[in-house]
């Protein structure tokens, strides 16, 4: 059987499935946190674990995937991954304890985290750094529609049938994704190295990019616009759940707004990308968030907490992440063709670990109010456009 061309729109639709795996992972079993709580007779810091124990299994693995791929190739290492993806969704949804959930979440990490570090690096391979911005703007505008549904499913399912639904849809999702990698996914890697695995070659790849200053400054971008997410992700369920009273298959609804807007955010980084510059639609991006986590948290501060003084403000902020993460991937990865992986998978690892720190933290500080929440948006998305501003626009400028 004859494979559709790398660039076709049947592998980009695949691509895009790829690199939702992460957020599809963590977003549709958001509205089943509360009643993990009381299915497992435990509390709410334990269940968090859930979610922050993958993210901390999802970016060290990226570590591991990133050489395997520049070595061996992209598609060897996905059908592997995505393999042991399906297997660890079965035993999450047959867990018989919180200890057991927390377990196959790090196995599920183990196995997601290689769909968004390659979907990334197939990019690369295949288009060229401004190409490569336009295209994962396109790929972030329809895999935003994953998170948007996910939790609306999730929520329905969590209605309808309880919280193991979600992890039988994940089976289901990812038993798909491994066939059409097998059927549809051509090796791309045109720069095998082989000393990319090796203990030297790890090291001196990873040297250089954290010794390139331009590409560390993208990655601190990254990594705090992605903990504007998690902030959200960490402590939105429990706020518009316990606190302002939606039901779980409302707060599905609440979510997809907020997706909305990253939607919107990278429709307009693809639509204008290339015309404006990857770089001022970065500082754009960043300004809009931290504007917008500033409204978020002076209303919590006053007790003003709403759907509405919630919602409406994240959504904003997610626009402007919507415009600050194709663009700052294709800006960190871009300079590297012979080590794309290596690129994408020390980048995932800080933006996942730096996330799963921030959203354990949220989860702890969780006292009862959107305080916490609203003031790590605030916080995280004035970072995005402080590291941006005094790191990598004074280096691309001057260049």
Not at 86 to 112: E, F, H, K, T, Y
Not at 287 to 301: H, K, R, S
Not at 342 to 348: C, Q, T
């Amino acid at each position: 059987m004859r494979r559709p061309r790398p660039d076709s729109l049947p592998v980009a639709a695949l691509l895009t499935a790829l690199v939702a795996f992460g957020p599809i992972s963590t977003d549709m079993y958001l509205p089943s946190l509360p009643a993990l709580v009381v299915a497992f007779d435990t509390d709410v810091p334990t269940v968090q674990l859930t979610l922050s124990a993958f993210l901390v299994a999802f970016a060290v693995s990226m570590l591991v995937y990133g050489p395997l791929s520049d070595r061996f190739g992209r598609r060897p290492v996905l059908l592997g991954a995505v393999a042991l993806y399906v297997l660890a969704s079965v035993a999450c949804a047959v867990a018989p304890s919180i200890d057991w959930l927390i377990g196959a979440r790090v196995a599920q990490a183990i196995g997601c985290c290689a769909g968004p570090v390659l979907g990334r690096a197939v990019v690369r391979d295949v288009y060229g750094r401004e190409r490569a911005a336009a295209v994962l703007s396109y790929m972030g505008t329809a895999m935003a529609l994953a998170p948007a549904i996910g939790p609306i499913l999730g929520g329905w399912l969590q209605v309808t049938f309880g919280w193991q639904a979600t992890f039988w849809v994940l089976t289901v999702f990812s038993g798909l994704a491994l066939l059409g990698v097998a059927l549809m996914l051509d090796e791309t890697n045109a720069h095998r190295n082989p000393d990319a695995t090796s203990l030297r070659g790890i090291i001196t790849n990873y040297t250089a990019l954290l010794r390139h200053r331009v590409y560390v400054g993208y990655v601190a971008t990254i990594s705090a616009c992605y903990s504007v997410i998690f902030c959200f992700i960490s402590g939105s369920s429990f706020v518009l759940i316990e606190v302002v009273g939606l039901s779980p298959d409302l707060y599905g609804y609440g979510f997809a707004t907020i997706v909305l807007g990253y939607m919107t955010g990278t429709f307009l980084s693809g639509r204008y990308g290339r015309r404006v510059g990857v770089e001022r639609m970065i500082l754009a991006g960043g300004a809009l968030t931290t504007a917008a986590g500033l409204v978020m948290a002076a209303f919590a501060w006053a007790d003003v907490v709403t759907v509405a003084t919630i919602v409406l403000p994240q959504m904003v902020a997610m626009i402007g992440v919507g415009l600050v993460f194709p663009n700052s991937q294709a800006g960190a990865i871009g300079p590297f063709p012979t080590m794309a992986g290596s690129a994408s998978a020390l980048l995932g690892f800080c933006q996942m670990g730096i996330a799963a720190a921030v959203g354990l933290a949220i989860g702890h500080a969780f006292d009862g109010t959107a305080r916490p929440m609203a003031t790590g948006v605030a916080v995280t998305g004035g970072l995005t456009l402080l590291f941006f501003w005094t790191i990598v626009w004074p280096a691309r400028t001057r260049g």
